[in-house]
C-alpha cells in the first residue's frame, strides 16, 4: 500500500519527465537532464526510497516552472514593449474615412490618426507640426516634434492634435515591424558563453553519467578483491542516485541563455537594439571605437555658409547648377545644396545622373556635365582645383572641364556628442578614432571638438574598411573594435568591425541591416549604456556559471562519500537552479545613468 501511494503521488509530477526522456531516447539523445532525473526516481524507488524518488521529480518539477516563469517574464518585457503594432488603420479615400487593416494599406494613401493613437505605417508627415509620444521606438518619454515633410514611423503615439500621414512603406516593412523582428530573431545567434555551456553539456552529462555508475561499480569490484570489505548494493546505489541528481546541469543550461535573453530585453527597453547575445558579448570587449562623422557625431543638418567662384563665374549660377546636379540624391549634403538655391529645381533640364560614392555626383544639366563633390571627384577628371581654406565641408563643382567654384558647407554637432565620448572614456574605451570621407581640416577641427584620438579623413568606403582592418591588426586578441555610423556608405564598414553599431532613428536601411547593434534614437550617448549593459550582462552569466559549478563540485564530492542525502542533493540541484534564475533576471532592470 505504501508503494501504491508513493506512486500515485509520483505519477503527476514525475510522468512528463519521464515522457521526455522517452521522446529523446526516440531521438538517440541518451544524456540530458531528463534521463539523469528518470534514473534517480526509478533508482529510488527501487531501493525503497519512495519519498525521495517522489522528491526528486516534485522539485525539478517546480524548478522548470520557475524557468518556464522566468522565461515568460523576459519574453513578455519585450512584447509589452515593442508588440505595439495598430489593428486597424483610418484611410482616406474618395474624401471618406474607411478602416482598414494596415496589412491592406497602399504605399501612397493618407491614413488619419487621432490624438492617442498610434501609428500604424511608416509614412511622412502632412500639415503641421505635432507631437508624437516615441517610446516603444526609442525608449525616450519625452515627446518629439514632427514637421511637414519629416518621416513619422509605425509605433509612435499622437499627443496633442489630429494628424494626417502619407504611407510611404507597406505594414511588413515599417520601422516597428523591423524592430521586431530584430528583436525575435536575436535569441537565433547564440552567444559563445551560450555555445560554450552547450557544449560542456553535451560532454559533461554523459561524464557524470559514467562516475555515477563507477560509485557502484568500483565498490563492487573491491569486495570480490577484498573479502573483508563490507559491500551493501542499497548503500552505493543510493550514493550514485543522489550524485545523479546533484550533477543535474539544469542551473548552467537555464540561466546562461536566459541571461542574454534578459540583457537584450533590458537594452530594447532603453531603444538599444542587440540582434543577438554574439553581439552583446562582443561588445562588453570593446576597447577602440571608430566613428563616421556627417550623422553620427553631427546632426546631418547642413547649410550653405560660403560661396567661392571660380574667377569670372557667377555664384548663383554656381548654386543653381549643384541645385540640379544633386536633385536625385538623398544625402544630407545634397539636401542642402538644393536648399540653398531659392529658385524652383526643373527637372526637365536634368539628364542622366551617378551618384559615386564617398566622392559626390556626376550628372547631365542643360546637356553639360555637372560634377559636385570632393576634390578628388574633380582632379580625377583631370580639372584643377585651386587650395581653398575655410571651415566646413567643401564641394566642389564643375562645368565639362571648367572648374567652377566651391560651395563651404556646416555642420553642427549633436548636442550630446561631447559627453557621449566622455561616458566612452569613463567605460574603459581607451582608443576613439573618427574615420571620415570630409576633408581633413573638418574633421581634425570635429576631433578637437570632441577629444577624439585619431582622424582618418578623405576617405572613400573602400579606404575605411582599410583603416579599421589596419586598426584592427594592432589590437590584443581579446580587445574588439566596434565601427558606429548611419549612413549607406557605411554598411561595409559596420560589417567589418568587430561590433557594427548604426543610427536606426534617422539612418539608412542599409546600415541598420548591416550593423549588429542599433541605437533607436539616432544618439551617440546611448553606446555607453549599451557597454554598460553588455558588460552587467556578461558579468551575470559568469556570475552563474561560477555559482552553478562551485556549488556542484562541492555538494558532488560530498554525496559521492555519503555525506549527502537525497533531499540533500534536490534542494542543492532546485536551489542553485532557482538563484541563477533570479539572477538571470537581473540583467531585464538594464542599468542606470551615470
Known amino acids: 500500500m505504501r508503494f501504491v501511494w508513493y506512486l500515485v503521488a509520483f505519477i503527476p509530477v514525475g510522468f512528463p519527465v519521464l515522457k521526455e526522456a522517452v521522446e529523446c531516447l526516440r531521438e538517440k539523445e541518451y544524456f540530458n537532464e531528463f534521463m539523469l532525473m528518470s534514473l534517480a526516481a526509478i533508482g529510488a524507488f527501487y531501493i525503497g526510497e519512495y519519498p525521495e524518488g517522489v522528491a526528486v521529480m516534485l522539485f525539478y518539477s517546480i524548478g522548470e516552472k520557475f524557468q518556464d516563469s522566468a522565461v515568460s517574464r523576459a519574453r513578455s518585457n519585450i512584447r509589452a514593449l515593442l508588440d505595439v503594432r495598430p489593428e486597424q488603420a483610418t484611410v482616406i479615400r474618395d474624401g471618406q474615412e474607411k478602416i482598414e ?37 526609442t525608449g525616450e518619454s519625452v515627446p518629439r516634434n514632427i514637421r511637414t515633410g519629416e518621416d513619422v514611423l509605425a509605433g509612435m503615439i499622437v499627443t496633442d492634435r489630429v494628424v494626417r500621414v502619407k504611407v510611404t512603406k507597406p505594414y511588413d516593412q515599417s520601422a516597428l515591424a523591423r524592430i521586431l523582428e530584430m528583436v525575435q530573431n536575436a535569441s537565433e545567434r547564440k552567444a559563445p558563453a551560450e555555445l560554450f555551456i552547450r557544449k560542456f553539456a553535451r560532454i559533461y552529462t554523459p561524464v557524470v553519467t559514467g562516475l555515477a555508475v563507477l560509485i557502484v561499480l568500483v565498490p563492487w569490484i573491491v569486495s570480490w578483491v577484498q573479502p573483508d570489505f563490507s559491500f551493501v548494493l542499497n548503500d552505493w546505489l543510493y550514493r550514485a542516485l543522489v550524485f545523479l541528481v546533484i550533477s543535474c546541469p539544469c542551473a548552467l543550461v537555464i540561466s546562461v541563455p536566459l541571461s542574454f535573453f534578459a540583457g537584450i530585453g533590458g537594452a530594447s527597453r532603453r531603444g538599444i537594439l542587440f540582434k543577438g547575445g554574439n553581439y552583446l558579448e562582443t561588445l562588453a570587449g570593446v576597447k577602440a571605437i571608430a566613428f563616421d562623422k556627417t550623422g553620427t557625431l553631427t546632426q546631418g543638418r547642413f547649410e550653405v555658409r560660403e560661396v567661392f567662384p571660380a574667377a569670372g563665374a557667377d555664384p548663383d549660377r554656381l548654386l543653381e547648377l549643384a541645385a540640379h546636379a544633386e536633385l536625385s540624391s538623398s544625402h544630407p549634403i545634397a539636401l542642402s545644396l538644393r536648399k540653398a538655391w531659392p529658385g524652383a529645381v526643373d527637372p526637365g533640364r536634368i539628364g542622366a545622373a551617378e551618384e559615386i560614392a564617398g566622392r559626390g555626383i556626376r550628372a547631365t544639366v542643360d546637356g553639360s556635365e555637372i560634377r559636385a563633390g570632393s576634390r578628388l571627384l574633380l582632379e580625377e577628371a583631370g580639372i584643377a582645383v585651386p587650395e581653398i581654406r575655410a571651415e566646413g565641408t567643401l564641394i566642389y563643382l564643375a562645368e565639362g572641364t571648367r572648374y567652377l567654384g566651391c560651395v563651404a558647407i556646416a555642420d553642427a554637432l549633436k548636442p550630446d556628442a561631447v559627453s557621449a565620448m566622455k561616458e566612452l572614456r569613463r567605460c574603459g574605451v581607451d582608443r576613439l578614432i573618427l574615420l571620415t570621407g570630409d576633408n581633413r581640416e573638418t574633421a581634425e577641427r570635429v576631433a578637437r571638438q570632441l577629444g577624439i584620438d585619431e582622424v582618418r579623413a578623405e576617405l572613400l568606403p573602400t579606404g575605411k574598411v582599410a583603416c579599421l582592418e589596419e586598426i584592427m591588426k594592432h589590437l590584443k586578441p581579446d580587445e574588439k ?114
Do not use: C, H, Y
Open 481 to 594: 573594435l566596434a565601427f558606429v555610423g548611419d549612413g549607406i556608405n557605411d554598411a561595409p564598414v559596420l560589417s567589418r568591425a568587430d561590433v557594427g553599431i548604426a543610427m536606426g532613428g534617422l539612418g539608412s536601411d542599409a546600415a541598420v541591416e548591416s550593423a549588429d547593434v542599433v541605437l533607436m534614437t539616432d544618439e551617440p550617448s546611448r553606446i555607453a549604456p549599451a557597454i554598460r549593459i553588455a558588460r552587467r550582462t556578461l558579468g551575470i552569466v559568469r556570475g552563474n556559471i561560477a555559482l552553478a559549478l562551485g556549488i556542484k563540485g562541492a555538494v558532488l564530492l560530498a554525496g559521492a562519500f555519503g555525506f549527502v542525502s537525497m533531499w540533500g542533493a534536490v534542494f542543492a540541484d532546485v536551489g542553485v537552479t532557482l538563484l541563477a534564475i533570479l539572477n538571470a533576471l537581473r540583467a531585464l532592470g538594464g542599468v542606470k545613468s551615470r
Open 101 to 137: 487593416k494596415p496589412e491592406q494599406v497602399r504605399v501612397g494613401e493618407i491614413i488619419e490618426i487621432k490624438v492617442g493613437e498610434r501609428v500604424p505605417l511608416d509614412g511622412i508627415m502632412l500639415g503641421d507640426v505635432a507631437a508624437f509620444n516615441t517610446a516603444a521606438l
